[in-house]
T-cell receptor
């Protein structure tokens, strides 16, 4: 089945540790996105990538890093520099067939990160 | 700074009621407005709106965009308990086809039997 997968579903980390969240898609989409969701704040864009080996900072990139070595994969690393990392992280992708008007993004199931 | 504001932030109704959710925006380089429904995990796509005044409809849900007044509404008629969810409004901005989405805070809808 085509779709976006994120792993793990739940992640616990001690303060001061880096952690990497996985996002894989088999939809052949060019663009991929990482969002963070906190209660009462909707989704906020962390990083996005429009093509392999290229990515741009979103609105809240500080304390995060990404890579895009393959079209299918867009892992997000939450570094120890991120001051408040406990949140729900959502990955999304969008393909060229969505058109030039900015079509829908397809979302993965999310990873809930808790820093202990 | 691009801004999307949803209201109300939460809403509690009984089955059979009709609800209207609001989304207003102030952004540069508007491309489209999207509505999503989020239950436990990933948001699921409902509508994409690009033109003013054209209603999009899917079953009991409908939505319309007003680009002059910079807002959109999502209507749900004859609500059911399965409509309970967070409804997210997002505006696509940017100069490329892979524009960024700016999300509102979401409206939490609770439908009681």
């Amino acid at each position: 089945d085509g779709g976006i997968t994120q792993s793990p579903k739940y992640l616990f980390r001690k303060e001061g540790q880096n952690v990497t969240l996985s996002c894989e898609q088999n939809l052949n989409h060019d663009a991929m996105y990482w969002y963070r969701q906190d209660p009462g704040q909707g989704l906020r864009l962390i990083y996005y990538s429009q093509i392999v080996n290229d990515f741009q900072k979103g609105d809240i990139a500080e304390g995060y890093s990404v890579s895009r070595e393959k079209k299918e994969s867009f892992p997000l690393t939450v570094t120890s520099a991120q001051k408040n990392p406990t949140a729900f992280y959502l990955c999304a992708s969008k393909g060229t067939h969505a058109g030039g008007l900015g079509g829908e993004q397809f979302f993965g199931p999310g990873t809930r990160l808790t820093v202990l | 700074e691009d801004k999307v504001v949803q209201s109300p932030l939460s809403l509690v109704v009984h089955e059979g009621d009709t609800v209207t959710l609001n989304c207003s925006y102030e952004v540069t380089n508007f491309r489209s407005l999207l509505w999503y429904k989020q239950e436990k995990k990933a948001p699921t796509f409902l509508f994409m709106l690009t033109s003013s005044g054209i209603e999009k409809k899917s079953g009991r849900l409908s939505s319309i965009l007003d680009k002059k007044e910079l807002f959109s509404i999502l209507n749900i008629t004859a609500t059911q308990t399965g409509d309970s969810a967070v409804y997210l409004c997002a505006v696509v901005v940017g100069g490329t086809s892979y524009g960024k989405l700016t999300f509102g805070q979401g409206t939490i809808l609770t439908v009681h039997p």
